[in-house]
């Protein structure tokens, strides 16, 4: 593949040579400062060259490309390794030092003294100068290319790590570098603590050497003089840099108290714009980080332990964060405010289910065997930990949220936690911190390492919103986490498997008999099937793809880096395709194999799969080789690819399927609650006596969407009876998504006297508020045009970027 970039288009690049070179380890040590609205500091970067070099032979030659890193042990044989096509022609415009690495043992030519050369600029790299020319080598300098955008880097090093006190007994030759970093990186996974320590020393060892840099729009090259390939350059490196306050990796803004917070907002272009970083998910790495800030906020991190502290000088402290399991840089998050942590108020009474309240039967669901990842101390090994059905859990959030944390969200973690265990077994993170964001966060939740944040839109209504959300985000923790996509464009991957067991989470967890937990999980899916008719018909047939690579999908040049297409569209964000489709796909699936056999099965796969990243056909292979082939009539990884992945439009089998959602019975009573109300929507104004008042079903929050749904194909529906809808439901206090069909309810109609509830909505609501836009603009009514307008002025400075561009465009 080449990487040929077009600045009119809205790929995303993805520009690290992780071909040759893979990051095993960050040290971050970070200043944050809200005057400013800078994060100022270092990051050390620890590397292991690679070793096991493909031949550059054929183009049907199948290599693994992570040479280093043990991602590619996969227990699949086919899937898990990527064909290599043998492109030798580069874009020049950014060049590519595309060389091949022969030699097997590492050598280090930086070694005994100070023998760099400093004397050029650091900026001095002429980008004509390491324009590559594959064919001749031999004299150019290895670039280390990593992903960067709107940093200011100011200085990177050499670090020595050879003077760090005590490093000798890592290494048989304690002089050479490399070789030292070669070591600290493969101790075994129970010297964890010491690895970490090491890192943090040698993080802070002296520099031995200014590097030369050079930085472009989407990355930061570094090489030095002399170095030829990636074996001879430093496997540890410092840079200082500082973030840029309109970064895009950073939020800076005010949470619900009106205090500065700032936090990583799960943009398109990930981290880069908070460290420089290797962004291809083959680069799974650990990491650790110091940061301080002032004494009155909170550092959250992903981290595995829970950080307290640390007093400084006067008025600052610091907070150092860690964790084990490597990880894509992208999954790195962190968060700083002045946010209170949320205990359960001591006698709050719960009537959801408790961790005694699921059988233990899972406990003798182990499977034995090694772990198939990279070596880490993975909890799929640890007794105790594979057990544990409720990790410990920390609420945050401003101050001002306290009571509705406390009587909405604290009592639902336990029982989701729980749920999932029984559902997948162990889960693959010690702990986890739970945020609410800011109001201008733009999606109702986003999953990273031990922590997810969740919008204060999940915070309203019953608890349905809120736990299904946390369901869905907690689910991510193996499929999103655990286990990664290793090519980004099947999202279906993750946000497929989340939707698809969130659901069966929730029913769980609110203990539901399984008839009703079926007709729950059936009225989702009516739901979710509108949606997807609505979306197919509303979005470009190329972003309805799941697999828009096809047979490409997995691909990356020689030197690592590809092309994520569409990763910038800003309308991409917003649309459902993958989490609906997927979730079609897998619902499909476990029907199919039968709900006890799938989950049986999804077990398996996450035990052999966690710490690893998959492409579609990992899953679907394993899935159907452990199902007998008589069971699976036209079941195959190429049909399925063919129907459901690579396919525009509602999949066909799913077409088929149409009838069967109809035959759900709270749908159907929806249905039954929609004519009366077009009856009485129907009746004059005054009306006989003999008419008899129609009364309504107490409906449940995912009923009133849809019978909202229903009522919004309705031509005309009169002032008189929205205003009894509203009444009958009490529909301001509903849950954000009920609250969303009834604004576009007041929209099409134009019940100016329920406007107030749309204007709330826009303000609180962010994260589902721009659709609303779009229908207040569309009516060309001037009074609701002056209302986006408002509303958008009102929000617009602390709107999401992404958002904001967004809504611009349907406003002006
Ligand atoms: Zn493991």
Same mark, same amino acid.
């Given at each position: 593949?080449?990487?040929?970039?077009?600045?009119?288009?809205?790929d995303?690049?993805?520009?690290?040579?992780?071909?040759h070179? &893979?990051?095993?380890?960050?040290?971050?040590?970070?200043d944050?400062?809200?005057?400013?609205?800078?994060?100022?500091?270092?990051?050390?970067?620890?590397?292991?060259?690679?070793?096991?070099?493909?031949?550059?032979?054929?183009?049907?030659?199948?290599?693994?490309?992570?040479?280093s890193?043990e991602?590619?042990?996969f227990?699949?044989?086919?899937?898990?390794?990527?064909?290599?096509?043998?492109?030798?022609?580069?874009s020049?415009?950014?060049g590519?030092?595309?060389?091949?690495?022969?030699?097997?043992?590492?050598?280090?030519?930086?070694?005994?003294?100070?023998?760099?050369?400093?004397?050029?600029q650091?900026?001095?790299?002429?980008?004509?100068?390491?324009?590559?020319?594959? =064919?001749?080598? =031999?004299?150019?300098?290895?670039?280390?290319?990593?992903?960067?955008?709107?940093?200011?880097?100011?200085?990177?090093?050499e670090?020595?790590?050879?003077?760090?006190? =005590?490093?000798?007994?890592?290494t048989?030759?304690?002089?050479?570098?490399?070789?030292?970093?070669?070591?600290?990186?493969?101790?075994?996974?129970?010297?964890?603590?010491?690895?970490?320590?090491?890192? /943090?020393?040698?993080?802070?060892?002296?520099?031995?050497?200014?590097?030369?840099?050079?930085?472009?729009?989407?990355?930061?090259?570094?090489?030095?003089?002399?170095?030829?390939?990636?074996?001879?350059?430093p496997?540890a490196?410092?840079?200082?840099?500082?973030?840029?306050?309109?970064?895009?990796?950073?939020? *800076?803004?005010?949470?619900?108290?009106?205090?500065?917070?700032? %936090?990583?907002?799960?943009?398109?272009?990930?981290?880069?714009?908070?460290?420089?970083?290797?962004?291809?998910?083959?680069a799974m790495?650990?990491?650790?980080?110091?940061?301080?800030?002032?004494?009155?906020?909170?550092?959250l991190?992903s981290?595995?332990?829970?950080?307290?502290?640390?007093?400084?000088?006067?008025?600052?402290?610091?907070?150092?964060?860690?964790?084990?399991?490597?990880?894509?840089?992208?999954?790195f998050?962190?968060?700083?405010?002045?946010?209170?942590?949320?205990?359960?108020?001591?006698?709050?009474?719960?009537?959801?289910?408790?961790?005694?309240?699921f059988?233990?039967?899972?406990?003798?669901?182990?499977?034995?065997?090694?772990?198939?990842?990279?070596?880490? +101390?993975?909890?799929?090994?640890?007794?105790?930990?594979?057990?544990?059905?409720?990790?410990?859990?920390?609420?945050?959030?401003p101050?001002?949220?306290?009571?509705?944390?406390?009587?909405?969200?604290?009592?639902?973690? +336990?029982?989701?936690l729980?749920?999932?265990?029984?559902?997948?077994?162990?889960?693959?993170?010690?702990?986890?911190?739970?945020?609410?964001?800011?109001?201008?966060?733009?999606?109702?939740?986003?999953?990273?390492?031990?922590?997810?944040?969740?919008?204060?839109?999940?915070?309203?209504?019953?608890?349905?919103?809120?736990?299904?959300? $946390?369901?869905?985000?907690?689910?991510?923790?193996?499929?999103?986490? /655990?286990?990664?996509?290793?090519?980004?464009?099947?999202?279906? $991957?993750?946000?497929?498997? /989340?939707?698809?067991?969130?659901?069966?989470?929730?029913?769980? /967890?609110?203990?539901?008999?399984?008839?009703?937990?079926?007709?729950?999980?059936?009225?989702?899916?009516?739901?979710?099937?509108?949606?997807?008719?609505?979306e197919?018909?509303?979005?470009?047939?190329?972003?309805?793809?799941?697999?828009?690579?096809?047979?490409?999908?997995?691909?990356?040049?020689?030197?690592?880096?590809?092309?994520i297409?569409?990763g910038?569209?800003?309308?991409?964000?917003?649309m459902?395709?993958?989490?609906?489709?997927?979730?079609? &796909?897998?619902?499909?699936?476990?029907?199919?194999?039968?709900?006890?056999? %799938?989950? $049986?099965?999804?077990r398996?796969?996450?035990?052999?799969?966690?710490?690893?990243?998959?492409?579609?056909?990992?899953?679907?292979?394993?899935?159907?080789?452990?199902?007998p082939?008589?069971?699976?009539?036209?079941?195959?990884?190429?049909?399925?690819?063919?129907? *459901?992945?690579?396919?525009?439009?509602?999949?066909? +089998?799913?077409?088929?399927?149409?009838?069967?959602?109809?035959?759900?019975? $709270?749908?159907?009573?929806?249905?039954?609650?929609?004519?009366? *109300?077009?009856?009485?929507?129907?009746?004059?104004?005054?009306?006989?006596?003999?008419?008899?008042?129609?009364?309504?079903?107490?409906?449940?929050?995912?009923?009133?969407?849809?019978?909202?749904?229903?009522?919004?194909?309705?031509?005309?529906?009169?002032?008189?009876?929205?205003?009894?809808?509203?009444?009958?439901?009490?529909?301001?206090?509903?849950?954000?998504?009920?609250?969303?069909? *009834?604004?576009?309810?007041?929209?099409?109609?134009? %019940?100016?006297?329920?406007?107030?509830?749309?204007?709330?909505?826009?303000?609180?609501?962010?994260?589902?508020?721009?659709?609303?836009?779009g229908?207040?603009?569309?009516?060309?009514?001037?009074?609701?045009?002056?209302?986006?307008?408002?509303?958008?002025?009102?929000?617009?400075?602390?709107?999401?970027?992404?958002?904001?561009?967004?809504?611009?465009?349907?406003?002006?």
């Open positions: 593949m080449d990487v040929k970039l077009d600045p009119s288009r809205d995303l690049p993805l520009m690290a040579n992780t071909s070179i &893979l990051v095993k380890h960050y040290v971050l040590d970070l944050v400062d809200f005057a400013s609205q800078i994060i100022e500091g270092t990051i050390v970067l620890f590397f292991e060259s690679g070793n096991r070099f493909k031949k550059r032979s054929s183009s049907t030659e199948v290599a693994c490309l992570s040479e890193n991602a590619c042990k227990r699949m044989p086919e899937p898990c390794q990527i064909p290599v096509t043998n492109t030798k022609t580069f020049s415009k950014i590519y030092n595309d060389f091949v690495i022969c030699g097997k043992g590492e050598k280090d030519t930086s070694g005994k003294d100070g023998n760099h050369d400093n004397q050029e650091a900026s001095g790299i002429s980008s004509s100068k390491y324009c590559c020319d594959t =064919g001749n080598h =031999g004299s150019e300098e290895f670039l280390l290319v990593l992903d960067c955008c709107d940093l200011s880097v100011l200085k990177v090093e670090v020595d790590v050879a003077a760090v006190p =005590g490093i000798e007994k890592f048989r030759s304690p002089k050479l570098r490399n070789q030292i970093v070669h070591e600290l990186v493969a101790l075994p996974a129970d010297r964890w603590r010491e690895q970490l320590d090491y890192y /943090a020393l040698c993080s802070q060892a002296p520099g031995c050497g200014e590097l030369l840099f050079d930085t472009d729009t989407w990355s930061l090259q570094i090489r030095k003089t002399g170095a030829q390939t990636a074996t001879d350059f496997h490196i410092r840079i200082r840099y500082r973030t840029k306050p309109q970064g895009r990796s950073v939020t *800076w803004t005010s949470d619900q108290s009106g205090r500065p917070c700032v %936090y990583t907002v799960g943009s398109p272009i990930n981290n880069r714009a908070l460290f420089p970083c290797q962004e291809p998910p083959v790495s650990t990491w650790q980080a110091t940061v301080r800030a002032a004494a009155s906020l909170v550092v991190m981290g595995e332990n829970s950080a307290k502290p640390t007093q400084l000088r006067e008025g600052y402290s610091s907070w150092h964060y860690y964790i084990t399991m490597p990880m894509p840089a992208s999954t998050t962190i968060a700083v405010g002045s946010w209170t942590e949320m205990k359960p108020e001591i006698c709050s009474s719960n009537d959801l289910a408790t961790e005694r309240s059988s233990p039967s899972e406990a003798d669901f182990r499977y034995v065997g090694v772990c198939g990842h990279m070596e880490y +101390p993975c909890r799929f090994q640890n007794a105790s930990a594979t057990t544990q059905k409720i990790i410990p859990h920390r609420v945050f959030a101050a001002c949220l306290k009571r509705v944390c406390q009587e909405t969200l604290l009592p639902l973690i +336990p029982p989701c729980s749920a999932a265990h029984s559902v997948l077994g162990t889960h693959p993170f010690s702990r986890l911190d739970i945020l609410i964001v800011p109001a201008n966060f733009s999606s109702l939740g986003m999953a990273s390492p031990h922590i997810v944040f969740l919008s204060q839109s999940t915070l309203t209504g019953m608890s349905q919103l809120c736990g299904t959300r $946390l369901c869905h985000e907690i689910a991510h923790a193996w499929f999103g986490l /655990a286990i990664g996509a290793r090519d980004w464009t099947e999202e279906w $991957l993750s946000e497929g498997f /989340a939707t698809h067991l969130e659901d069966v989470f929730w029913a769980k /967890a609110q203990q539901l008999a399984p008839h009703e937990a079926q007709e729950q999980q059936k009225l989702r899916a009516c739901l979710r099937w509108h949606r997807l008719q609505d197919v018909q509303n979005s470009p047939e190329e972003m309805q793809v799941l697999r828009p690579n096809k047979e490409k999908t997995g691909h990356v040049s020689d030197s690592g880096s590809s092309v297409r569409h910038l569209n800003p309308e991409k964000v917003f459902q395709v993958h989490y609906l489709k997927g979730y079609f &796909l897998l619902q499909f699936l476990a029907k199919t194999l039968g709900e006890d056999t %799938y989950f $049986l099965f999804l398996k796969f996450v035990h052999t799969f966690h710490g690893q990243l998959i492409l579609s056909q990992d899953f679907l292979q394993m899935l159907l080789e452990n199902i082939e008589e069971k699976r009539p036209e079941l195959s990884v190429g049909n399925i690819f063919r129907d *459901w992945l690579e396919s525009s439009g509602i999949p066909q +089998p799913l077409q088929r399927e149409r009838q069967a959602l109809a035959e759900c019975g $709270l749908a159907q009573q929806v249905s039954a609650e929609v004519a009366k *109300w077009v009856r009485v929507n129907r009746r004059p104004r005054k009306r006989k006596r003999k008419d008899r008042e129609e009364v309504f079903e107490k409906l449940l929050p995912d009923q009133l969407v849809l019978l909202l749904e229903h009522l919004l194909e309705q031509k005309t529906v009169t002032p008189r009876t929205l205003q009894s809808l509203k009444r009958t439901y009490h529909l301001s206090e509903q849950d954000a998504e009920v609250r969303h069909r *009834w604004c576009e309810l007041i929209v099409k109609h134009k %019940y100016t006297k329920a406007y107030r509830d749309v204007e709330r909505f826009l303000q609180e609501d962010q994260a589902m508020g721009i659709y609303l836009y229908e207040l603009m569309l009516s060309e009514d001037p009074r609701q045009q002056h209302l986006a307008r408002r509303c958008f002025e009102l929000s617009r400075e602390q709107m999401d970027r992404s958002s904001a561009a967004v809504v611009a465009e349907m406003l002006f």
